[in-house]
Structures are given as C-alpha cells and as structure tokens.
C-alpha cells in the first residue's frame, strides 16, 4: 500500500503562483510514474501533468501547457507542480497519483494521495 500526500494548495489571487508537492507514505518503488490530476467541484477528474521514472518524459494538458512545470526527486520519491500565472480556471482539488506507466489517463495509476485545494480568485 502506498499512500501519496499532496500539500502547497491554499488560496491566491488570478496572475499568482503556487509550488504543490507530493510525498509518498511508505515504500514507493522508484520505477513508479507520478502524475497530477484535478476535479472541479461538481465537475469530473482531469489529467494535468505527468512525468516519467527518469525525467525525460512530461505530459501537460493543453489547458497548462506553458504555466505548470511538474519536477521529481527520485531519491525521495516525491513531485513537484509549480503553478504559474494562475486562472480561476485552475480552482480545483488536485490529487498526486503513482502508476507503472506515464500518461494523463487515470486509469494507468493505482495509488491516490487525498488532495489539496487550490482556489484561484479573479
């Protein structure tokens, strides 16, 4: 069992900037993708951002490309969002996954951290 936990998410205003992070709890193999999704309330799950086991491979959604820049340690098994020039658009929880294979689908990853809140206010 692994259990990733995101924190960084808080409130800011349209143009700011936000650092999210994500540790897993436990053991995590190193091999393992890690990505970034995000719900709307009301509204259902989206891919954001996704990165593989070495680096050099990155997915961003076309609604982030240009302002996200998603980074890993792989010693410490943890990932980064930088958040950059932020939207309204942007408000949503945003939750940590760990999976075998890189990519925006959600069903390619198994292990879920409980999310973070980011609200962007115009």
């Known amino acids: 069992q692994v259990t990733p936990a995101e924190s960084g998410g808080r409130s800011v205003q349209s143009g700011g900037s936000l650092r999210l992070s994500c540790a897993a709890n436990?053991?995590?193999?190193?091999?393992?993708?890690m990505a970034w999704f995000r719900q709307p309330a009301g509204k259902e799950r989206e891919g954001v951002s996704s990165?593989?086991?070495?680096?050099?491979?990155?997915y961003y959604a076309d609604s982030v490309k240009g302002r996200f820049t998603i980074s890993r340690d792989k010693g410490k098994n943890t990932v980064y969002l930088q958040m950059d020039s932020l939207k309204p658009e942007d408000t949503a929880m945003y939750y940590c996954?760990?999976?075998?294979?890189?990519?925006?689908?959600?069903?390619?990853?198994?292990?879920w951290g409980q999310g973070t809140q980011v609200t962007v206010s115009s």
């Open positions: 436990g053991y995590t193999p190193r091999t393992y993708c």
């Open positions: 990165i593989s086991w070495g680096g050099a491979t990155t």
């Open positions: 996954a760990a999976g075998l294979t890189v990519g925006l689908d959600a069903r390619e990853y198994k292990y």
